[in-house]
């Protein structure tokens, strides 16, 4: 039978709906694939922890009761990896549930200086804030937000030993937050790694910081959703500045 050519319109249409449909099949395909291979990373990072604290408990139950240093050894390493085992699956908890957001107004320059507040009073270190100006009003999720700040100032402080800095500006129609500080700084080669899930510039010296390379992960995948931006500068030896900005609706 004699096919029914179909108008200029709605071949435009169709044809933009099965454009659209196969955008839909490959988001939904690269998540499926993103999932699978954190799953597959975190699952190898737990295996590293869960290994350890298995060989020394077999050692403690053959030579513990006769060996006090063996017995010192094993329980220190256990006790080790247990904590490490502990923040890996509190950050895993934390990816798993990034949806659920709970937006409301903000002042973010108080929100700021609590957040500093704590660390100062924790760490014995400065973290200083500077605000212009003095009280920004801003839509979004307070925990989440200060999850962010935490993480950022937690690095700054474990990658540096002096002062760190907060500063809040807004420009034109963007609020800008800046963690600064002037530690160890990163290697240009690995600045555009340091947001993947469990890279770690120096993992022998961050397994003794007690990092597990998910921090910066985190802090991108909730700046992603609360429609942010986040990005990083630094220099070896002179210190490591990360941006986080937001548009602000007038
Ligand atoms: P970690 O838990 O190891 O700190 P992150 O995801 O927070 O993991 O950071 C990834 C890596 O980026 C860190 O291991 C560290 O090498 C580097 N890094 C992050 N923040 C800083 C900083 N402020 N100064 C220097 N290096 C940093």
């Known amino acids: 039978f004699k096919k029914?050519?179909?108008?200029?319109?709605?071949?435009?249409?169709?044809?933009?709906?099965g454009?659209?449909?196969?955008?839909?099949?490959?988001?939904?395909?690269?998540?499926?694939?993103?999932?699978?291979?954190?799953?597959?990373?975190?699952?190898?990072?737990?295996k590293t922890p869960i290994t350890v604290i298995e060989s020394y408990a077999s050692l403690l139950k053959r030579w513990g009761k006769e060996e006090a240093d063996i017995q010192e050894e094993a329980v220190e390493a256990i006790?080790?990896?247990?904590?490490?085992?502990?923040?890996?699956?509190?950050?895993?908890?934390?990816?798993?549930?990034?949806?659920?957001?709970s937006i409301e107004e903000v002042e973010i320059v108080s929100l700021c200086r609590q957040v500093a507040r704590n660390f100062s009073q924790t760490s014995n270190r400065i973290v200083q804030v500077i605000a212009k100006p003095e009280e920004v009003i801003y839509e979004t999720d307070a925990n989440r937000f200060e999850q962010v700040l935490i993480i950022l100032v937690d690095n700054?402080?474990?990658?540096?030993?002096?002062d760190v800095t907060v500063s809040i500006e807004v420009v034109e129609e963007v609020l800008m937050i800046r963690v600064q500080d002037q530690g160890i700084g990163i290697p240009k080669q690995?600045?555009?790694?340091?947001?993947?899930?469990?890279?770690?510039?120096?993992?022998?010296?961050?397994?003794?910081t007690g990092g597990s390379g998910?921090?910066?992960?985190?802090?991108?995948?909730?700046?992603?959703?609360?429609?942010?931006?986040?990005?990083?500068?630094?220099?070896?030896?002179?210190?490591?500045?990360?941006?986080?900005?937001?548009?602000?609706?007038?």
């Open 4 to 17: 029914i050519p179909l108008p200029d319109k709605t071949k435009d249409e169709l044809e933009q709906m």
């Open 19 to 46: 454009a659209a449909f196969n955008r839909m099949m490959a988001r939904l395909e690269q998540n499926y694939y993103q999932q699978q291979q954190f799953l597959s990373d975190a699952s190898h990072e737990l």
């Open 79 to 101: 006790h080790h990896e247990a904590l490490r085992m502990k923040e890996l699956t509190q950050n895993l908890l934390q990816v798993a549930s990034r949806n659920n957001l």
């Open 190 to 208: 690995d600045i555009p790694h340091v947001f993947e899930r469990f890279y770690r510039v120096d993992p022998s010296r961050t397994r003794s």
């Open 214 to 250: 998910l921090g910066l992960s985190i802090a991108k995948s909730i700046v992603d959703s609360l429609g942010g931006r986040i990005a990083i500068e630094s220099e070896v030896g002179v210190g490591t500045t990360v941006n986080i900005s937001f548009l602000i609706k007038f």
């Open 156 to 162: 700054a402080l474990k990658y540096s030993e002096t």
